[in-house]
C-alpha cells in the first residue's frame, strides 16, 4: 500500500529512496515483513516519537537491518503513534 503526504495528517509510506519531501525522513517499521514511512522532521522531538527511538537504539544500537532507522514495533503500532501526534495537532 501507497500513501502520499496530501495535507497534514498524511503520512507516506513506499519503497522509492528518493521520494522524501523536504523537511521529513524516512524509517522501516515492522517485526517481519518491514514497511518505510516518510515522517515529518517535527515529529522527532515528541514523547511518543522518543519513545521509538529508544527502542530502536535499544534493539538494533546503530547497525539497522534495512539500512535506515528501523523501529522494532508492529506496523498497526506505529501507525497508532503517529496518529496519536497528528491529533495533538501541534506537530
Same mark, same amino acid.
Given at each position: 500500500?501507497?500513501?502520499?503526504?496530501?495535507?497534514?495528517?498524511?503520512?507516506? $509510506? $513506499? $519503497?522509492?529512496?528518493?521520494?522524501?519531501?523536504?523537511? !521529513?525522513? $524516512?524509517?522501516?517499521?515492522?517485526?517481519?515483513?518491514?514497511?518505510?514511512?516518510?515522517?515529518?522532521?517535527?515529529?522527532?522531538? !515528541?514523547?511518543?516519537?522518543?519513545?521509538?527511538?529508544?527502542?530502536?537504539?535499544?534493539?538494533?544500537?546503530?547497525? !539497522?537491518?534495512?539500512?535506515?532507522?528501523?523501529?522494532?514495533?508492529?506496523?498497526?503500532?506505529?501507525?497508532?503513534?503517529?496518529?496519536?501526534?497528528?491529533?495533538?495537532?501541534?506537530?
Amino acid at each position: 500500500m501507497v500513501y502520499t503526504k496530501l495535507a497534514k495528517g498524511r503520512y507516506l $509510506s $513506499s $519503497s522509492a529512496v528518493n521520494d522524501i519531501p523536504k523537511g !521529513h525522513f $524516512s524509517v522501516y517499521v515492522g517485526e517481519n515483513n518491514m514497511k518505510r514511512f516518510t515522517i515529518p522532521l517535527s515529529y522527532l522531538e !515528541h514523547p511518543s516519537f522518543q519513545t521509538l527511538l529508544n527502542m530502536a537504539e535499544e534493539e538494533f544500537e546503530y547497525t !539497522h537491518p534495512m539500512g535506515g532507522l528501523t523501529f522494532p514495533c508492529k506496523e498497526e503500532t506505529f501507525i497508532k503513534i503517529i496518529k496519536d501526534i497528528q491529533l495533538e495537532g501541534v506537530w
